[in-house]
C-alpha cells in the first residue's frame, strides 16, 4: 500500500531562520510521482513541484529547494530564509496508479509552519 | 482566467439533509476529484472520474455521491446517511495525462446545524 509520512506535526521559526520539512514515502512501484502542495490560511492548495522517481536532481526555485533520496524514500523540502508569507499547511502527496489504469494521490498528514516576525 | 471554482464557500446542513457542492473548472481537464480534509488529517479521496459518465469510489466513499454529466462540473451529494459531514471539502482536477498535477479549487467549508 501506498503511504506518506510527514512526522511534523507542527513547526515554529523566527522569520529569517531556514526550515526543512520532511516527507518519507512507502510504494512497490519502480516508477512513481511525489507532489508538494502549500495550503495557505485561505484553504486553497497551491501546487509547489512535481518529482518522478527517475530523476533524482535535487531542484531549487527560489528560497525553495527539495532534496529527493530513493534510498532512504524522502523527499524533504527546504526553506532558506523563511518569511512571514511562508506560514502554511504544507502536504507531500505520492501519485498511487490503480488497476483501472486511473491514478489518485495518497497525502501525507501535512506540516503546518509558523514563521513569526 | 482558467482556474476551478467551488461554491458555496460555506454551507450548512441541517440534520436529516442532503446537500450538493459544486465544482466547476475551465482548464478543459478530464480528470476530476473530490477530496476531505479534517484537522490534523491531511486529505483523503471521497470519488474521482477521469472522463464524462464515469466515476469511480475513493477511499471514504460512503454517505456520498457524485455525477459528471459535463467534462467542467462535477458535483458532490453528502447525503444524509454521512453522520459526521463537517469538513473541509476540496475539489480537484488534473489532465489525466502520464505527468499530471492536480490542481485544487478554494474549498468549501460544511457545518452541520
Known amino acids: 500500500a501506498q503511504k506518506v509520512t510527514q512526522a511534523q506535526t507542527e513547526i515554529s521559526v523566527v522569520e529569517k531562520e531556514d526550515v526543512t520539512l520532511d516527507c518519507v514515502y512507502e510504494?512497490?512501484?519502480?516508477?512513481?510521482?511525489l507532489f508538494w502542495y502549500k495550503q495557505p490560511p485561505s484553504g486553497e492548495l497551491v501546487f509547489l513541484i512535481r518529482?518522478?522517481?527517475?530523476?533524482?536532481q535535487n531542484e531549487i526555485s527560489g528560497r525553495y529547494s527539495w532534496n529527493f533520496q530513493k534510498s532512504t524514500s524522502s523527499f524533504n523540502f527546504t526553506i532558506t530564509a523563511s518569511q512571514v508569507v511562508d506560514s502554511a499547511v504544507y502536504f507531500c502527496?505520492?501519485?498511487?496508479?490503480?488497476?483501472?489504469?486511473?491514478?489518485?494521490?495518497?497525502f501525507g498528514k501535512g506540516t503546518m509552519l509558523l514563521v513569526s516576525p | 482566467d482558467g482556474g476551478i471554482t467551488q461554491s458555496p464557500k460555506y454551507l450548512f446542513r441541517k440534520e436529516g439533509q442532503n446537500v450538493t457542492l459544486s465544482c466547476e473548472q475551465n482548464?478543459?481537464?478530464?480528470?476530476m476529484y473530490w477530496y476531505r480534509q479534517d484537522p490534523g488529517q491531511g486529505l483523503r479521496l471521497i470519488y474521482y472520474?477521469?472522463?464524462?459518465?464515469?466515476?469511480q469510489k475513493g477511499d471514504i466513499a460512503e454517505g456520498y455521491s457524485v455525477s459528471r454529466e459535463k467534462k467542467e462540473s462535477f458535483p458532490l451529494t453528502v447525503t444524509s446517511a454521512q453522520k459526521n459531514p463537517t469538513a473541509f471539502y476540496l475539489c480537484?482536477?488534473?489532465?489525466?495525462?502520464?505527468?499530471?498535477?492536480?490542481?485544487f479549487g478554494p474549498g468549501t467549508r460544511l457545518l452541520v446545524l
Open positions: 480537484a482536477s488534473s489532465s489525466g495525462q502520464v505527468l499530471e498535477t492536480q490542481y
Open positions: 510504494t512497490r512501484d519502480t516508477t512513481y510521482y
Open positions: 518529482r518522478n522517481s527517475f530523476d533524482e
Open positions: 502527496a505520492l501519485r498511487n496508479f490503480m488497476n483501472s489504469g486511473y491514478s489518485t494521490l495518497t
Open positions: 482548464l478543459n481537464h478530464d480528470a
Open positions: 472520474s477521469q472522463i464524462v459518465n464515469d466515476f
